[in-house]
């Protein structure tokens, strides 16, 4: 058996999306941009897939949906663009984001930071969160922008986005969100939050890789990041990506259709995961289930390498990771783990497990299986875990 469950890094291609994608590779491959038949005859695919990502965030006509490469792209777009329009361009010197942002947004802001930009890395609370006050207290008349993550890729764990967009919007501080673990996975209703712009990543909700989007309120002014043809009203230049936009409307279609069932179902396969490994000694879970993803685990088991044991799942055939797979190859502590606090050698114990709507029964119950075998044998020769005096009853729990 081979269990997948690394979903928040990638997830496959819905069959589904795969069909309605393989005619624009051989048949209906015009250049949308051109004006004979073989581009013109891309268009109405292309409108009904922009419309289906409207449809899916409850987006207005006033505000544009510009696709993008990835959310890696989107993300860079918005802090690099801000900082030409608002700082270069105006007497705005401050940008806040948390901790916890995943890569593509840290390292573009310490880019920012070599060009002269304040950044304040905001902490997150024991749950991995930042609290809406700490963001609150940190604005200043010279903030050009707050971005923070709608959910976070390690913990799964959802921001309190509309609590912070409210602050925002009653300071006048342009607020952006990376959504890619929200969107597809939890409801995203951009009229009930006020956000200004959003990234998004068709593979995070079994779309295609190398698509993603940029919601921006109110087609908002934001200088470009790619200049060149007219694509996007020249906000985003660059032959339209047709397979994969068609292919990224398909897929947010299908995740938002009965969604709450479809959260439901994933929920209760995730919550019999947590339930069985928590009953290993010594192991706790990052964040409360109600305010997570309803696919998401990140599991500490104290004595055990992260490493070691997605070495040991690996060859039970189970796919997980220790977090974010942009950060995966470099054998460090779990970012988010050592921000709520725990030790270093604790940092090092974390697995991340991320399900998805693909997921079934019998390889929840082939995991539970292969995780406490694994974390027997990883316990039984290791060291560091012999010097820990088991806590009474093997406390295990939420953190
Ligand atoms: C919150 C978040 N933002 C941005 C990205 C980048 O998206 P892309 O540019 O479209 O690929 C990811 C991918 N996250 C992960 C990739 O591998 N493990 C992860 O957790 C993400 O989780």
């Known amino acids: 058996m081979q269990v997948y469950l690394d979903n928040n890094a990638t997830t496959m291609c819905d069959p589904q999306v795969v069909e309605a994608m393989q005619p624009f590779f051989s ?4 250049n949308p941009s051109s004006l004979h038949k073989f581009g013109t005859a891309t268009h109405p695919y292309l409108k009904k897939a922009i419309d289906q990502v409207y449809t899916a965030l409850n987006a207005s006509d006033d505000d544009d949906i510009i696709f993008t490469s990835c959310a890696t792209e989107s993300n860079n777009w918005v802090l690099k663009s801000v900082f030409n329009d608002l700082i270069v361009g105006g007497d705005k010197d401050h940008i806040i984001t948390t901790e916890v942002e995943h890569p593509s947004v840290l390292s573009a802001c310490r880019w920012l930071e070599e060009q002269g930009v304040k950044v304040t890395y905001l902490p997150v609370n024991d749950q991995g969160i930042v609290e ?21 890729n390690e913990t799964g764990m959802i921001f309190p986005i509309k609590e912070i967009g409210e602050i925002c919007k009653e300071k006048g501080v342009l607020f952006h969100s990376d959504g890619v673990q929200a969107v597809g996975k939890i409801p995203v209703d951009l009229q009930d939050v006020h956000v200004d712009f959003v990234s998004m990543s068709a593979h995070k909700f079994h779309g295609p890789k190398g698509i993603g989007a940029l919601y921006i309120k109110n087609s908002q002014p934001l200088s470009p990041l790619l200049h060149g043809g007219e694509q996007m009203g020249h906000r985003r ?35 019999r995961l947590e339930d069985a490994l928590l009953e290993l000694s010594d192991t706790f879970v990052v964040g409360s289930r109600e305010n ?3 696919n998401t685990i990140l599991i500490s088991i104290r004595g055990v390498e992260g490493e070691g044991m997605l070495w040991d799942l690996n060859n039970a055939m189970i796919g997980a990771s220790t ?15 050592l921000a709520i606090g725990a030790d270093n050698e604790l940092a090092h114990t974390g697995i991340r497990l991320s399900l998805s709507r693909f997921t079934t029964d019998e390889e929840i119950d082939y995991t539970i299986e292969q995780f406490k075998k694994a974390v027997a044998r990883l316990r039984a020769i290791s060291s560091s875990f012999a010097k820990v005096q088991p806590t009474p009853g093997g406390e295990a729990g939420e953190c």
């Open 237 to 271: 230049s660059g032959t339209l990506n047709v397979p994969y936009i068609v292919g990224m409307g398909k897929a947010i279609e299908l995740a938002t259709t009965n969604m709450e069932e479809k959260m439901a179902s994933i929920r209760a396969k995730r919550d």
């Open 132 to 152: 809406p006050h700490t963001v609150k207290s940190f604005i200043t008349d010279k903030t050009a922008l707050v971005s923070v993550m709608w959910a976070s």
């Open 323 to 337: 977090g974010s797979a942009c950060a995966s190859e470099d054998l460090e502590a779990n970012t988010v783990m």
């Open 292 to 294: 997570r993803t309803p």
């Open 27 to 30: 048949e209906l491959y015009g």
